[in-house]
């Protein structure tokens, strides 16, 4: 079983920059793909970043390429969400997901194994 834990939510100006965390429980972390996804109110939660287990690879929504950058740090057992230039419609609950072995740049959310509770990102205009 993993537990994921996602920090760094809070309230930010438009233009404005936040990282998010997620920490994995676990002696493994480092064989699994990571994956980030966000739920605006209203909305069905979607794709936003993923990572591959051996971190050489990553991919992004249109919607926050160029903006966001994915990465992670197996010996914290951590995955990282940098979020700069942020837009009112950036605003969501961020999840993070993980999948054991994760080799290919999945944006399914149902092919994913385990989820954090989400963290709270609002960014004001």
């Known amino acids: 079983q993993v537990q994921l834990v996602e920090s760094g939510g809070g309230l930010v100006q438009a233009g404005g920059s936040l990282r998010l965390s997620c920490a994995a429980s676990?002696?493994?972390?480092?064989?699994?793909?990571m994956g980030w996804f966000r739920q605006a109110p209203g909305k069905e939660r979607e794709f936003v970043s993923v990572?591959?287990?051996?971190?050489?690879?990553?991919y992004y929504a249109n919607s926050v390429q160029g903006r966001f950058t994915i990465s992670r740090d197996n010996a914290k057992n951590t995955v990282y969400l940098q979020m700069n230039s942020l837009k009112p419609e950036d605003t969501a609950v961020y999840y993070c997901?993980?999948?054991?072995?994760?080799?290919?740049?999945?944006?399914?959310?149902?092919?994913?194994?385990?989820w954090g509770q989400g963290t709270q990102v609002t960014v004001s205009s």
């Open positions: 997901a993980a999948k054991v072995l994760l080799s290919r740049l999945e944006t399914d959310e149902g092919e994913y194994d385990y």
């Open positions: 676990g002696r493994t972390f480092s064989t699994y793909g």
């Open positions: 990572i591959v287990w051996s971190g050489g690879r990553t």
